[in-house]
């Protein structure tokens, strides 16, 4: 009778030690694939800012030539006028 709920006792113990064992390499398994995820969102994070950088970057170079030409044409619009009134007042015909 003792001897059998030792060897019971024995087992339980044992049964017990094989789930926890498979319970920490499941965990193990889980963490590191967590791990991976994690790094591969952050990857991915990275990549997505510097192509957004990027578009940011070419969307102001692009802004800042258009307002370039804008400011041009309308410099020569006024140099333009300002020739033709100094004309006008000098008493030549535009």
């Known amino acids: 009778m003792l001897t059998d709920e030792m060897t019971r006792l024995r087992s ?7 789930v926890r064992g498979a319970m920490m390499n499941e965990l ?9 995820a994690v790094s591969d969102l952050c990857r991915h994070f990275h990549h997505a800012r ?24 309308h410099r020569q619009a006024l140099r333009s ?9 000098a008493g030549r015909s535009a």
């Open 50 to 73: 510097v192509s957004m950088a990027r578009r940011a970057k070419a969307e102001r170079i692009a802004g800042l030539q258009n307002l370039k030409r804008v400011v041009c044409a």
């Open 12 to 18: 339980s113990i044992l049964a017990m030690r094989n």
């Open 81 to 89: 006028d300002l020739n033709g009134a100094r004309q006008i007042w």
């Open 28 to 36: 193990e398994q889980s963490n590191k694939a967590r791990k991976r």
